[in-house]
C-alpha cells in the first residue's frame, strides 16, 4: 500500500523567512501529488497539485512544489511567509484508484 | 454553489449511541469520500464511493456504515458509538481529474 511521509511535525518561523516541508511517497507507479492546507478551524483546500509535465508547480498564495521522481518527493516552498500562512499542511497522494492517501501533516506558526 | 456540505457540525454522543453524518455536494461528482482527521496522523480514509450505489471500505471502515442512493448524497452512520470514534470528520467529493472538495467538517466528541 502507497504511504506518505512528511518529516516535520511541527516548523515555527518568523515573518518574511522562507518555508520549504518535506514529502515523501513509497509507490513505484504513476502518481498524482497535492498539497492542502488547513487554516486554524477550516477544511482542507487545495493548494497545488502535480500530474504530469513540468515538475515544478505554482499553486496559490505564492506556493510552489517541486516534483523530485527519482526521490519520491513533493517538498513545498515559499520563498516568503507571512503571518497568514499560518495554517497546517498536508501532503497527499493519489495513486491507482481515485483515492486520496494523506501525510501526517505539518502545523507552521508564522509568528509576527 | 454550496459544493460539499456537511451536518452537523458539532456533536456530543454518548457510548453507545448512534448517529448519522450528512454529506451532500452539488457539483455531479461520482466520487465520495469520508475521512477522519485525529492530530498528528493526517486523514484516514474511512469509506468512499464511485458512484451511486456503489460503496467501499477504506482503511478504517470498523466502527462505519455508508450508503450511497444518490450521486448527492453520502451519509455515514455509526451505530454505537465509542470513545475512539471522537475526531473530526470531512467529507469529500472529487471527479477524476480534479482534487478532491471539502466540507467544512464535524466534530465529533463521544463520551
Known amino acids: 500500500a502507497q504511504s506518505v511521509s512528511q518529516h516535520n511535525h511541527h516548523v515555527i518561523l518568523s515573518e518574511a523567512a522562507s518555508l520549504e516541508l518535506g514529502c515523501n511517497y513509497s509507490y513505484g507507479g504513476t502518481v498524482n501529488l497535492f498539497w492542502y492546507v488547513q487554516y486554524p478551524g477550516q477544511h482542507l483546500q487545495l493548494l497545488l497539485k502535480y500530474f504530469s509535465g513540468d515538475p515544478l508547480v505554482k499553486g496559490i498564495k505564492g506556493f510552489e512544489a517541486e516534483f523530485i521522481k527519482s526521490k519520491f518527493s513533493f517538498n513545498l516552498r515559499k520563498p516568503s511567509v507571512q503571518w497568514s500562512d499560518t495554517a497546517e499542511y498536508f501532503c497527499a497522494v493519489k495513486a491507482a484508484g481515485n483515492k486520496l492517501t494523506f501525510g501526517g501533516g505539518t502545523r507552521v506558526l508564522v509568528k509576527p | 454553489n454550496a459544493g460539499v456540505t456537511q451536518t452537523p457540525k458539532f456533536r456530543i454522543l454518548k457510548i453507545g449511541q448512534s448517529m448519522t453524518l450528512q454529506c451532500a455536494q452539488d457539483?455531479?461528482?461520482?466520487?465520495m469520500y469520508w475521512y477522519r482527521q485525529d492530530p498528528g496522523m493526517g486523514l484516514k480514509l474511512i469509506y468512499y464511493?464511485?458512484?451511486?450505489?456503489?460503496?467501499d471500505k477504506g482503511e478504517v471502515p470498523n466502527g462505519y456504515n455508508v450508503s450511497r442512493s444518490t450521486t448527492e448524497d453520502f451519509p455515514l452512520r455509526l451505530e454505537l458509538a465509542a470513545p475512539s470514534q471522537t475526531s473530526v470528520y470531512f467529507c469529500?467529493?472529487?471527479?477524476?481529474?480534479?482534487?478532491?472538495?471539502f466540507g467544512s467538517g464535524t466534530r465529533l466528541t463521544v463520551v
Open positions: 469529500a467529493s472529487s471527479d477524476q481529474t480534479l482534487g478532491y472538495t
Open positions: 464511493s464511485v458512484g451511486a450505489g456503489i460503496t
Open positions: 457539483m455531479n461528482h461520482n466520487y
